[in-house]
Structure formats: structure tokens, C-alpha cells
Antibody
Framework: QVQLKESGPGLVKPSETLSLTCTVS????????VSWVRQPPGKGLEWMGV???????AYNSALKSRLSISRDTSKSQVFLKMSSLKTEDTATYYC????????????WGQGVMVTVSS | DTVLTQSPALAVSPGERVTISCKAS??????MHWYQQKPGQQPKLLIY???NLASGVPARFSGSGSGTDFTLTIDPVEADDTATYFC?????????FGAGTKLELK
């Protein structure tokens, strides 16, 4: 069955770089697209960026200067790196699968909570 | 960016019909999608492209609308439907989400 699971540090210091991994199973990263979506505590959802099945990427312009998404298809993993972290980057970070090219998400990981604090 | 406006909260009784609205600041064609999120859980896709029921979702859920006005309907509402419901548009870049409507059962 389709599964996505995020992993990474729960606590990061301001100005540091966040590195998260999304490990997927039940589908191929070359056939589906994977996005990262985040949710600050008690707030709404923000789409961050996507890695397409062909390996190309697109980012939310609000985060583009700090964000990088990549993948390792042999390990079925998608990576997120975000630099220059601020306290307002504290959020639950989700990876989610897009079944086509229409930017909706049919499967989501359980999410990983990241706190940015000194 | 396209702003999606949702009512903050609704309270209904089990067995009733409830409509949750989402209004876009500009046309999104039919590229509107709906998710259900329960506390401590990830969002779950309910409706995609305005009116298409996602796999495994009960037929009590339905969606309608086009352009700027969209509706998610639950009929009849069950106790397990207590959750926050988010709309998301993917017509105008970047895709954006509404702030969510918290559905409570009386």
C-alpha cells in the first residue's frame, strides 16, 4: 500500500539549515510527484514545493530562496533542505503524493514536528 | 496569491446536512480540492477537482462549484465527522489552502 513517512530533527536552532527525509513505499518516485506542505501549530497549511516524477522541481516563491527539494529514487526518498531558519518556521512538515499534475494530494505522511528555537 | 476564505467554525447535530463554503479571491476554474483533518492527524483527501469523490471516501461527502464559489456538503453528518475541513486551489500558482472550517457536533 502507499505510504509516506517523514523523518528529521525535532529541534533546530535559528539560522541553521533544516534537513528532512520523506521515505515512500507502494509507488515509484519516477511516476508520481511529491510535495512538501507545512502547518504551524494551530494554523493552516502552506504548500512549500514539489519534485516532479521527471526530477524537476518547483517552489513556493515565498520560500524559494531558502528551499531545496531533491530525491534518491534508488532509496525511494525525497529530501527537503531549508536554510536560514527562523522561529516562524516552527511547524509540522508533511510530504504528500500528487497522483497527477494537478497539485492535489491523495496520500500524506504522518508529519514531523520541527521546532526552531535556541 | 489566491486567497481562499472559509467560515471559521460550524456546529451541527448528527443526521443533519451541513455545507462548508470556500470562496476564492479569483477564479480557480474547478481546481478546488477538499481535505479533512482530525486533531493530531495528517490531512485526508475527500474531494478533488471540485466534485470528484476520493477513493474510499463515503458518498455522504460531496463537492460542487466552479470559478470562485465552492461547497463541501456532508449529508448526513455523523459523529466521526468532527474535524477541520480545508479547501485547496491548484489553478493559480502557488497553490494555496483556506484557513479551515472546524466542524463540531452538538
Amino acid at each position: 500500500q502507499v505510504q509516506l513517512k517523514e523523518s528529521g530533527p525535532g529541534l533546530v536552532k535559528p539560522s541553521e539549515t533544516l534537513s528532512l527525509t520523506c521515505t515512500v513505499s507502494g509507488f515509484s518516485l519516477t511516476s508520481y510527484h511529491v510535495s512538501w506542505v507545512r502547518q504551524p501549530p494551530g494554523k493552516g497549511l502552506e504548500w512549500m514545493g514539489v519534485i516532479w516524477g521527471d526530477g524537476s522541481t518547483a517552489y513556493n516563491s515565498a520560500l524559494k530562496s531558502r528551499l531545496s527539494i531533491s530525491r534518491d529514487t534508488s532509496k525511494s526518498q525525497v529530501f527537503l533542505k531549508m536554510s536560514s531558519l527562523k522561529t516562524e518556521d516552527t511547524a509540522t512538515y508533511y510530504c504528500a503524493r500528487d497522483p497527477g499534475i494537478e497539485y492535489y494530494f491523495d496520500y500524506w505522511g504522518q508529519g514531523v514536528m520541527v521546532t526552531v528555537s535556541s | 496569491d489566491t486567497v481562499l476564505t472559509q467560515s471559521p467554525a460550524l456546529a451541527v447535530s448528527p443526521g443533519e446536512r451541513v455545507t462548508i463554503s470556500c470562496k476564492a479571491s479569483e477564479s480557480v476554474s474547478t481546481r478546488m480540492h477538499w481535505y479533512q483533518q482530525k486533531p493530531g492527524q495528517q490531512p485526508k483527501l475527500l474531494i478533488y477537482k471540485a466534485s470528484n469523490l476520493a477513493s474510499g471516501v463515503p458518498a455522504r461527502f460531496s463537492g460542487s462549484g466552479s470559478g470562485t464559489d465552492f461547497t463541501l456538503t456532508i449529508d448526513p453528518v455523523e459523529a466521526d465527522d468532527t474535524a477541520t475541513y480545508f479547501c485547496q486551489q491548484s489553478w493559480n500558482g502557488p497553490n494555496t489552502f483556506g484557513a479551515g472550517t472546524k466542524l463540531e457536533l452538538k
